[in-house]
């Protein structure tokens, strides 16, 4: 194997053990991997997405979960004249009959 790419592994994995233990301190009842927490951290660095939607993205998801499970969650992302990029999460749920009709819940307006 190449020293190079054995040095870098090596460094990654005592850099991921350092994270998860930060991660266990910071929030040692947590239910969630840690190992999904650092993935999502290391795409919101790699990608530079504003991290400012994953939390409409989830009550999004959870909304529609509580609420029988049945939709669409659907994400709008815009790309406005000035260069921004605009974001906006849009809840269709499906509802029972007896509940009413389907429901349109718009999450947020903009997010650069």
Same mark, same amino acid.
């Not at 909304?63 to 029988?68: Q, R």
């Given at each position: 194997?190449?020293?190079?790419?054995?040095?870098?592994?090596?460094?990654?994995?005592?850099?991921?053990?350092?994270?998860?233990?930060?991660?266990?301190?910071?929030?040692?009842?947590?239910?969630?991997?840690?190992?999904?927490?650092?993935?999502?951290?290391?795409?919101?660095?790699?990608?530079? *997405?504003?991290?400012? @939607?994953?939390? +409409?993205? /989830? !009550? $999004?998801?959870?909304?529609?979960?509580?609420?029988?499970?049945?939709?669409?969650?659907?994400?709008?992302?815009?790309?406005?004249?000035?260069?921004?990029?605009?974001?906006?999460?849009?809840?269709?749920?499906?509802?029972?009959? *007896?509940?009413?009709? @389907?429901?349109? +819940?718009? /999450? !947020? $307006?903009?997010?650069?």
């Amino acid at each position: 194997m190449n020293p190079d790419l054995e040095d870098y592994n090596t460094q990654l994995s005592i850099n991921n053990q350092k994270m998860e233990g930060l991660l266990k301190a910071m929030f040692p009842d947590l239910q969630v991997s840690y190992d999904d927490i650092y993935g999502i951290l290391t795409y919101l660095e790699q990608t530079q *997405v504003n991290a400012e @939607i994953l939390p +409409e993205v /989830i !009550r $999004g998801i959870h909304n529609l979960m509580i609420g029988g499970g049945e939709g669409q969650l659907i994400i709008h992302v815009n790309s406005e004249p000035d260069g921004r990029t605009t974001v906006r999460v849009t809840i269709l749920e499906k509802r029972n009959p *007896v509940m009413g009709k @389907i429901t349109q +819940e718009d /999450i !947020r $307006g903009k997010i650069v």
